[in-house]
Every structure is written in C-alpha cells, then in structure tokens.
C-alpha cells in the first residue's frame, strides 16, 4: 500500500489549495487528512468513512471539503478561505477503524509523506 500526496504549496490569506492523495495497493474503510503544525500534535482535519459520510474539524467546517474518486482510488482536500493558522504539513492516511477512530491517528495504519502548506498573512 502507498499513499502519495501533493498539492501543497504557499498560498495568501483567503485564498485556496487543493490537496491530492493517490492511493495504491486496495482500498480502505476510511480515508482521512491530518496535519502537523511546527511545535504541535498531527491533528485531524477531515475524513471520509463507508465512502459517504464525511467528517470535519470544526476549525475545517465550510472552508474545507473531502471528496474520493473511487475509480481512480484518489482522495482530494478542497481548501478555501485559507487561514496562516492552516499553514502546516497535510497528511492523507487510510485504514480501516472503527467509527470512534476515525477521527484519530491511531484509527489509521497507512500514511502518506506530507506536503506542506503554508498560509502568508
């Protein structure tokens, strides 16, 4: 299994990012963005769980928006209004937990390598 992210990059206050996650090998139960800010815990930001339901941050409510490509096994993270307080590496996971895990790192057995976001004030 891999998982192969990109789309990072640096962007303005306000503005948008799409984050792009292929993934190898089979297909999983849940597929989920976190991130990791410099000096912070990886966080959740978003997750799809049994292909339809979709689960958000708070912080990532309105703004961000999870989506899959089933045939191309191919996750997205559609970022708008993008905030400095965003800026951080975005890692994509997938695996197979339980609904309480789903939102939690350890809900999650693959990861992808990171890429970078970063928001300029």
């Known amino acids: 299994v891999q998982l192969q992210a990109s789309g990072g990059g640096l962007v303005q206050a306000g503005g948008s990012l799409r984050l792009t996650c292929a993934v190898s090998?089979?297909?999983?139960?849940?597929y989920g963005w976190f991130r990791q800010a410099p000096g912070k815990e990886r966080e959740f930001v978003a997750c799809?769980?049994?292909?339809?339901?979709?689960y958000y941050t708070d912080s990532a409510k309105g703004r961000f928006t999870i989506s899959r490509d089933n045939a191309k096994n191919t996750l997205y993270l559609e970022m708008n209004s993008l905030k400095p307080e965003d800026t951080a590496v975005y890692y994509c996971?997938?695996?197979?937990?339980?609904?309480?895990?789903?939102?939690?790192?350890?809900?999650?057995?693959?990861w992808g390598q990171g890429t970078q976001v970063t928001v300029s004030s």
């Open positions: 799809i769980f049994d292909r339809t339901r979709k």
């Open positions: 996971a997938a695996g197979d937990p339980i609904i309480s895990y789903a939102s939690a790192s350890e809900g999650y057995r693959h």
């Open positions: 090998g089979r297909t999983f139960r849940s």
